[in-house]
């Protein structure tokens, strides 16, 4: 039943992907912004600026720490990709992929919270749109406790940025595309989202693999296809080893 399931996935996607190499989520119902589920007041400090800042800074009302160990909630549904401490600028970092609809077609975004005190979820896990996935942090005490938050729309990224482009090509501007996509259709189907995408970025040998394509489109995955494939809190998605040296984007300033 579940080769039957993966087959039927591969001739899906196009025979493009590998049928190991997708994963089934919940579809968006909505996206929300990832600060503020504590009732409390946040300003954006620092926004969006291409081939600069490639997210935006969410930041306490009171400033300094006083955001500190507040609760990053995530954007939307999804699958976490990565969740781990990336040292330098970045500190802890959690990447969330999201399906949604667009029109009559399921797109993909990954969500991206960085400098986190704390990290709340695994690889692999499913999250729910609100569900607490970490907590404000300010790196190891190298900046004034804040939320990065950014959105990406190209899905090879990863923690390779240097890799990209730094513009819209690969970018949303994070306030405007939750704002308009706060209410969805669609939410709760499952849709099979790409996984394993990232770029394995270890030096400029990598950046030959690192074109700028964002992701694919498919159909919807029916609920019901494959028991094995219905997300749930405590299942986890099998993600394949994945490696990048941190010390590629330190000539990358714009956290
Ligand atoms: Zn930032």
Redo the contacts with the bound molecule.
Sequence with gaps: MRWLFLVAVFFIVGGSLRAEDTAAVKLADGFQCPVGTDGKSYYKA?GMQPNG?????WNGSAGGDTDLGAPVTATAHGLVLFARDFHLGWGNVIIVRHAYMEGAQVAYVDSLY??LDQILVREGEQVARGQKIGTIGNNHGMYPA?L??EMRKNLRIGMARSAFPRDYSCYWDPTQFVAAHARLEGGGRLAAVPINTFVAYNGPADLESATAQSGFRSPLTPPGTNPNAQPSATSRTKLRPFKVDPYEDMRNF??
């Design positions: 620092r800042h490639l997210g935006e800074d960085g400098h804040h990065h938050f714009g956290y």
